[in-house]
């Protein structure tokens, strides 16, 4: 210690972390003063004070965890300061185990709008793009999500935070949907592949939130056009909100006269999509989104069902879906996080021609989902997330037949209402529980259900390993519940997981094993639906990505494997479900041309045969159908910094990819069941479009929202 | 005893409350803003970025002292005088939200240096960041240009950004210099609302000019 000629005391010292070496840059410093200097290269430090007595030192950097010292000023003669690495706040944890955070956390998994147009399977929709993940299935004939031996309705996806009942275009029979949204409507999704937290419910294999963007910071618009499609839309900004709109119309009238498909059609698809959104700051600290989205398809298609001698009829199919999402998010001053949200869901499907030339079929579902939540960080060490949430659910089917006589009207009304609470705590440096919990209450059955979770992380710098229980409950389908059934319950799965993952200068590796057991699942049963059914589904992910060994390149390679067996619907005995294959293998690329201004997206997928059942062998599902193979390619071409023409091609190679067989109800006059191979419309589609912003200071920003 | 006690917590608290209400953070914050103009090594202006943060801490409720430490962070970031950028990336984040929820700063300023954030993130990486983060680039200035349309240096960054752009295009930005032209002006005829307040932009403004315009 030194006194200074003025009377100052000069306090010096070194700063160095807990393994010894120096921290450059720390701020050192007597509280409430402005007396403090930083350390150098080597650590050190020097300052002098005026400050006499008891004071309290400072020492602070980014990253570490903020040191205090109280002592009499005299005695601060070359401290010797050690800083311990600071905590990751527990709502910072990114636990990789399951879950694909794309765009939304700091983790390589990063996938924006740009990342699902380019990726070459997507065709510029996210379920699309996320087909290319691990733990998906390919099942081509209708392009909906399977996860890990799953079906597709086991899988929900949600709009910041509530549900939405129908995310996918409706098509014709073995035309793969598509998402209904614009991936540039969101800024991050975080897909989960099982044991998710609680507040997720009715979701027996996975979930799909996604968050849209905040308020827009510019106003903008744009147009696209393709042969097979127009759209256009933008955003005005506001000072402090946004309103933001896109429409698409699709016909396939020209591109099926240029490239006719296998289907006969009167009146090709046709579709148009609306969504509109409008956000506002709420004070400070809260945002306010009201989100509605509107999609209509119709389409006429001229078939005969020749297996079933059922005659030519046309077709005609016309769907109206409607969504509606308001949410509310707001922040205390005492950093407590609160969310209310309430969303509606309206589809209504109307088949003409369904059965036989002049019967009908009329069909409609609607929800309401309302949902609050809280979360707070009640210590260091301890977060709470907790709320609640209902869903009011409605179902109608009407069926007339030929001669307009009324045959059918079933319809079900129910309603579910949960309360879900979530806790984070972190055990060790490093180290964190989860331990959450969901109570239902399904009116329908009048059974109260508990779906406990249990995850535990240890996540060191760049090494993950997390293991995770969860029990998960969901309503059979509305179709079942209207069928004659006896005892239904809540089908319920139960996720054992277990993962670990490293991540090193922009490559990650990520490998998971997984056990899901089913059980409860509708069954049937003489003619009538019990919850009999039960199942399990059994596997590995491997995956790697990589964006920083090449330039301008980023991709990822992955495999699944998958053993899925069920007793369910109407299998006699446990058998593989039909949508699973063994086998799936992936690998997506993308790279950048500078010189031509191009980027290029290509996916490779491979998935092994899946089972079908052939009634000319003996038992059940008894047969495997060939193996998968697609190669698909996308190029953007940056044409100038406000137009971009994107091109992409499905299935490149021409493959005749085969989704298993059907079969006549009934054997021929010669005893054998005749039967046609499941085949898409098509076995390549081609797409071109131009996207073009009308804003010249835009730098080839598609998006509307 | 009890009222000794009461007494010695009184006057602590009060001594307390006086000593952080001798501090006239303008003045405070002007000191240290002449030091960072005079300082000639840029690496030396992390010392004023710890006085700030000091400044700060005896400040509670003014927004400037943080505005200048993100500002100040994303300099040194930019400068690449630092091999810490990320740590002074995540400081910058961390201010930037603080920013944006104290009611008492200057929203257009604050987007702007939102703005400056992203731009920084893209030059750690332009290959793999320009694509993630262009948009909000743009959207940063483009929103503190709305919000205050007087102010030159979201109109600077931004058209300093689409120059950029355009290279990156391979294409000719025509009226680059005459924008810089123009904004040279609006520099001029800016106000700031105290001689602590945002000023900064000119002299990049005027670099720029000579390195682009001839």
């Known amino acids: 210690m030194r006194l200074t000629a003025q009377g100052q005391q000069q306090i010096t010292g070194m700063v160095i972390d807990v393994k010894g070496q120096p921290v450059e840059g720390a701020n050192i410093y007597i509280t409430g003063t402005l007396d403090g200097a930083s350390s150098d290269k080597a650590g050190k430090f020097s300052f002098a004070t005026t400050q006499k007595g008891t004071v309290i030192l400072g020492a602070s950097y980014i990253g570490y965890k903020d040191f205090r010292l109280t002592a009499p000023v005299d005695q601060m003669g070359q401290l010797k300061i050690v800083l311990q690495p600071s905590e990751k706040a527990l709502e910072e944890v990114v636990v990789r185990a399951s879950t694909f955070s794309l765009g939304k956390s700091r983790t390589l998994e990063k996938l924006d709008a740009l990342d699902v147009v380019m990726t070459g399977s997507s065709n510029g929709d996210i379920y699309g793009a996320l087909m290319s993940l691990p733990g998906t299935q390919k099942v081509g004939e209708d392009g909906k999500l399977y996860i890990r031996g799953g079906d597709n309705r086991e899988t929900q996806t949600f709009i910041d935070g509530m549900h939405v009942l129908s995310p996918y275009s409706i098509t014709a029979q073995d035309m793969p949907a598509r998402g209904r949204f614009s991936p540039f409507l969101f800024q991050g999704i975080n897909f989960s592949l099982g044991g998710y937290e609680s507040e997720f419910g009715q979701a027996l294999s996975a979930v799909l939130p996604m968050d849209t963007k905040d308020v827009a910071g510019s106003t903008k618009a744009g147009i696209n056009f393709s042969p097979l499609s127009a759209g256009g839309g933008g955003s005005v900004a506001f000072r402090k909100s946004s309103l933001s709109a896109n429409v698409n119309f699709t016909d396939l009238t020209l591109y099926n006269k240029v490239l006719p498909d296998r289907y006969s059609w009167k009146k090709p698809y046709q579709s148009l999509s609306a969504e509109a959104q409008y956000k506002t700051a709420v004070g400070a600290r809260g945002v306010f989104k009201l989100y509605t989205a509107y999609d209509r398809t119709a389409f006429i298609r001229t078939f005969a069902d020749t297996l079933d001698h059922v005659p030519q009829r046309d077709f005609r199919l016309q769907q109206d879906n409607y969504y509606l999402n308001a949410t509310l998010k707001t922040k205390t001053r005492h950093n407590t996080h609160l969310f209310f949200g309430a969303a509606g869901s309206y589809v209504d499907n109307r088949y003409d021609n369904a059965r036989f030339q002049r019967d009908s079929y009329h069909q409609n579902e609607q929800e309401l989902h309302l949902k609050a939540r809280l979360e707070k960080n009640i210590m260091p060490g301890y977060r709470l997330s907790t709320g609640m949430e209902a869903y009011l659910r409605g179902y109608r089917a009407v069926y007339h037949d030929t001669l307009q006589q009324r045959l059918q009207d079933q319809q079900v009304n129910y309603q579910l209402y949960a309360a879900f609470v979530d806790n984070q705590v972190r055990l060790l440096p490093g180290l964190y529980a989860n331990a959450s919990g969901r109570m239902e209450y399904a009116q329908f059955s009048s059974a109260w259900n508990f779906s406990p979770r249990v995850s535990l992380n240890y996540l060191a710098n760049r090494f993950q390993v997390s293991a995770i229980w969860g029990r998960y409950y969901q309503m059979p389908d509305n179709s079942v519940l209207v069928a004659p059934h006896e005892n239904m319950q809540q089908s319920v799965a139960s996720h054992y997981i277990l993962g670990a993952s490293y991540e090193y200068k922009g490559r990650l590796i990520k490998a998971e094993t997984y056990y899901k057991q089913y059980d409860q699942l509708e069954l049937l049963q003489q003619q009538v639906y019990h919850a009999n059914g039960y199942g399990k589904s059994t596997g590995f992910d491997v995956y790697f990505s990589d964006e920083s060994s090449v330039p301008h390149l980023k991709y990822n390679v992955s495999y699944s494997y998958n053993d899925a067996a069920r007793l369910y619907r109407d299998f006699p005995v446990m058998s593989t479900p039909l949508f699973a294959s063994r086998h799936n293998a992936r690998m997506s690329g993308k790279y950048y041309f500078p010189a031509l201004k191009t980027y290029a997206g290509v996916t490779a997928t491979y998935a092994s045969g899946r089972p079908y059942r052939d009634p000319n062998r003996d038992g059940y599902i008894n047969a495997v159908d060939k193996d998968y193979f697609s190669l698909d390619a996308n190029l953007t071409f940056l044409i100038s910094k406000q137009v971009i023409l994107y091109t992409s091609c499905g299935n490149i190679t021409g493959r005749q990819n085969t989704y298993g067989y059907r079969y006549a109800p009934s054997p021929d006059a010669t005893g054998v069941y005749q039967g046609a191979p499941v085949m898409a419309s098509r076995n390549n589609f081609f797409y071109i479009g131009v996207f073009i912003s009308l804003k010249s200071s835009s730098a080839y920003d598609v998006s509307s929202f | ?214």
């Open chain 2, 1 to 214: 005893m009890k009222n000794m006690f009461a007494l010695w917590i009184l006057l602590t608290m009060t001594i307390s409350g006086y000593a952080q209400n001798t501090i006239n953070c303008e003045e405070q914050l002007q000191l240290v803003l002449n030091k960072v103009k005079e300082e000639k090594d840029m690496s030396g202006v992390y010392n004023h970025v710890n006085t700030l943060k000091r400044l700060s801490g005896l400040c509670p409720g003014e927004w400037l002292p943080d505005y200048y430490i993100a500002y100040l962070d994303l300099k040194l970031v930019l400068s690449r005088n630092t091999d810490k950028p990320a740590d002074l990336l995540l400081e910058a984040a961390d201010k930037l939200a603080q920013l944006k929820g104290n009611a008492k700063a200057n929203a257009s300023e604050v987007y702007t240096l939102e703005g400056y954030y992203y731009y920084a993130m893209i030059a750690q990486d332009p290959a793999v960041n320009g694509q993630k983060y262009y948009r909000e680039v743009v959207a940063g200035y483009e929103k503190a240009i709305r919000l205050d349309p007087s102010n030159p240096r979201p109109q600077l960054q931004l058209a300093i950004f689409q120059n950029l752009m355009a290279a990156f295009m391979k294409q000719t930005n025509n009226g680059f210099c005459d924008k810089l032209q123009q904004l040279e002006q609006t520099f001029r005829d800016f106000k700031p609302a105290s001689a602590v307040a945002p000023a900064w932009g000119l002299p990049e403004l005027l670099h720029v000019r000579q390195n682009n315009c001839h």
